[in-house]
């Protein structure tokens, strides 16, 4: 039910209406909530009652929300109020989502993280940042010039209706691993009342604070056969995200240049923009016309891929590089344009997608490396992913999720019960190294 809710367009319901009634139906789901005024209602949801009261008077009117009329103990009339169960079965068939995504959207909504209608949720960040200057400055906490001081207050992000819908929305339609793939910024802009410009700035703020690590726009190219849709990375470690129970992940640092590491995708890029390409062939003159945005949706590719590799070997204890190398090719063959004229591009697209394939084993190899040992000491694991960094600052990648292979305990049948998971201690990482590697933007 709760799909639906989500789902619901801003035509019909603004951002407010619609954030009342999420939380609404988080907290009492088709329960009465018994004899309160709305003052008393919006104490118990969390909410500014000026907020509550402005919209329960629309939601009745439309239907979502239904009331009667009861008692008190010193006969006062007051009204106990409840979702309107026929409203909402006739509302327009959702999504099909992922039911343990949807608990944990239902869960962050009960979360006390939204209690008021401007929350500053970045004031643990400040303190991080005030200890990171100090550290790098060498000056101690407390001799923070008053300038700089109010510099690292002033990074501040606040919650309004919207945001909390659209991370709402984004908690919902991820995968277990925090990745939202197939919703492009109109729908999203749709679903929580905003135009899509208000909602690449409202990304480009939680990506600032650390609650995104990474947004890839979609882009559309000749070498691709269709555009390729957007990818939203959710940080389910952030504080925001702590009711929600996703707090899981293993988090390392691969710095190009640092002990011989060398560029796996960054020397794609690096190596297209040179006349001479040091590590491949004329094939990789195929990308030299993409934009930045295309290179950025060919490493999460690979990544991917990349991550899917290492669990195969990990459930078959070695690493089949002919099945790894054929399953890969076949994967980007669905995304790259053929051509079957025999041509030269034809050949150069073949060689292209045959050199990404090893590119893929190498990773799945280094990965085999870094991550097996690691997880030898934590236990069995079901899911990885590779987080993509910045290329161009000098991080082939930032880290490596991992997810534990547990079945979710607490869930109730209609209700929203505890996700309780393994949390793996992450490497803490400063915020110079989050910038660059693009999991933290500059202010």
């Keep these: 039910m709760l799909e639906k809710l989500i789902g619901i367009n801003a035509e019909i319901l603004s951002a407010n209406e619609k954030l009342v009634l999420l939380v609404f139906f988080a907290n009492f789901e088709k329960r009465w909530t018994g004899a309160m005024t709305l003052a008393s209602l919006a104490e118990q949801l969390g909410l500014r009652a000026r907020l509550v009261a402005s919209a329960m008077p629309l939601l009745l009117d439309a239907g979502f929300i239904k009331a009667r009329t009861c008692y008190g103990s010193f006969g006062r009339p007051l009204r106990e109020f409840a979702v309107n169960e026929v409203k909402l079965r006739a509302l327009p068939e959702a999504r099909k989502l992922r039911r343990e995504s949807i608990i944990s959207s239902g869960l962050f909504l009960q979360s006390p993280t939204i209690k008021a209608s401007r929350l500053n949720w970045s004031h643990q960040l400040q303190s991080l940042d005030a200890d990171e200057y100090s550290s790098e400055s060498g000056e101690a906490g407390s001799s923070i010039s008053p300038k700089v001081r109010r510099m690292i207050e002033g990074r501040k992000g606040y919650l309004d209706a919207s945001d909390v819908l659209l991370l709402a929305l984004l908690l919902a339609v991820s995968d277990q691993m925090g990745v939202v793939k197939g919703w492009s910024f109109r729908q999203i802009a749709a679903a929580i009342g905003v135009t899509q410009l208000a909602v690449k700035g409202r990304l480009k703020k939680l990506v600032r604070h650390r609650v995104l690590r990474r947004v890839i726009p979609g882009v559309a190219a000749p070498i691709f056969q269709r555009k390729l849709e957007s990818v939203i990375l959710l940080n389910t470690n952030h504080p925001l995200f702590s009711s929600t129970g996703r707090r899981v992940s293993a988090v390392i640092n691969r710095l190009i240049g640092s002990e011989a590491e060398w560029g796996f995708v960054a020397s794609l890029l690096t190596d297209s923009r040179s006349n001479n390409p040091l590590y491949y062939g004329r094939e990789v003159m195929l990308l030299r016309t993409l934009p930045f945005h295309a290179f950025e949706q060919l490493e999460f590719m690979l990544l991917e891929l990349a991550s899917k ?68 000491e934590l236990g069995a694991r079901d899911k990885v992913l590779m987080l993509p960094g910045n290329m161009t600052q000098g991080y082939e990648y930032i880290g490596v999720l991992v997810f534990p292979a547990l079945e979710p305990r607490g869930f109730a049948v209609e209700g929203y019960g505890a996700w309780e998971g393994v949390v793996l201690n992450e490497q803490k990482i400063s915020l110079t190294a989050l910038e660059k590697a693009g999991l933290a933007a500059k202010v």
Excluded: H, N, T
Aim: proline share 1%.
């Design 309 to 376: 590799g290492f669990e195969c070997a990990l459930a078959e204890g070695k690493i089949d590089r002919a099945s790894l190398e054929v399953d890969a090719k076949a994967d980007i063959a669905r995304v790259m344009r053929s051509y079957d004229d025999g041509s030269l591009r034809s050949d150069l697209v073949s060689e292209l997608i045959e050199g990404l394939a090893f590119l893929v084993y190498l990773l799945v190899q280094e990965l085999d490396g870094r991550i097996r040992p690691l997880l030898a």
